[in-house]
């Protein structure tokens, strides 16, 4: 299985402020997916953002955002203007190329955004 | 629109009974997952199905036998439960061919199982 390590296994952040999280893995593909998934209390997992190794350009969804280092093989999530509703783990995932399908996660960060 | 769906959401079992867990999807998606989720370790690919009557081995299958006869049913059974399977299981499903946006799985909202 591939590795992908979060570093971090908790943060917490005050409403409104940024949070960055970060996200490391180890592969030897060049064309792979990365995903961050998002899980609040209720369990639901909810895909937050995706990024393609082959597109240099970060990807973006609101107030997500990822730092894509493909040299580095990491990959942050930073969630800006946090909201109560932000409070969750969030998971870091991989799957090796188009054709895999499978993903591997790292172990989870938990956010607590405060009033 | 039912989605992904799992049942039940809760069970308890004794160490050594045989369990199911069943898992439907209402999308015709081709692939199927199961995961289990423990602290610590994120979520861990147990086994998955690329098509009805296509299944392989995941990351932790031991303990674990799958089938998959139609394409929208993917149950999960433990044939003799152990402690060590106590977790929360997830079900998730991936279209073959991805939508404008990319690949995604899109995931069931997790049984919890607990062995005694």
């Known amino acids: 299985a591939q590795t992908v390590t979060q570093s971090q296994p908790e943060m917490s952040v005050q409403e409104a402020e940024t949070v960055t999280l970060s996200c490391t893995y180890d592969t030897s593909e060049n064309n792979y997916y990365l995903f961050w998934y998002k899980q609040p209390p209720s369990r639901q997992m909810i895909l937050v953002i995706r990024?393609?190794?082959?597109?240099?350009q970060n990807a973006t969804e609101n107030r997500f955002s990822v730092n894509f280092q493909k040299a580095a093989k990491s990959f942050s999530l930073k969630i800006s203007d946090s909201q109560l509703g932000d409070t969750a783990m969030y998971f870091c995932a991989f799957m090796k190329h188009k054709n895999d399908y499978k993903l591997s996660f790292g172990a989870g960060t938990t956010v607590t955004v405060r009033a | 629109d039912a989605g992904i769906t799992q049942s039940p959401r809760y069970k308890i079992t004794e160490t050594g009974r045989q369990v199911t867990l069943m898992c439907h999807q209402t999308w015709s998606h081709s692939y199927m997952f199961w995961y289990r989720q423990d602290l610590g370790h994120g979520l861990r690919l147990i086994y998955y199905?690329?098509?009805?009557?296509?299944?392989d081995k995941g990351e932790v299958p031991d303990g674990y036998v799958v089938s998959r006869s139609k394409t929208e049913n993917f149950p999960l059974t433990l044939e003799s439960a152990t402690r060590s399977q106590t977790s929360v299981y997830f079900c998730a499903s991936s279209p073959t061919f991805p939508g404008p946006e990319g690949y995604e799985q899109y995931f069931g909202p997790g049984t919890r199982l607990t062995v005694t």
């Open positions: 990024q393609e190794a082959y597109k240099q």
């Open positions: 199905s690329a098509a009805a009557d296509i299944t």
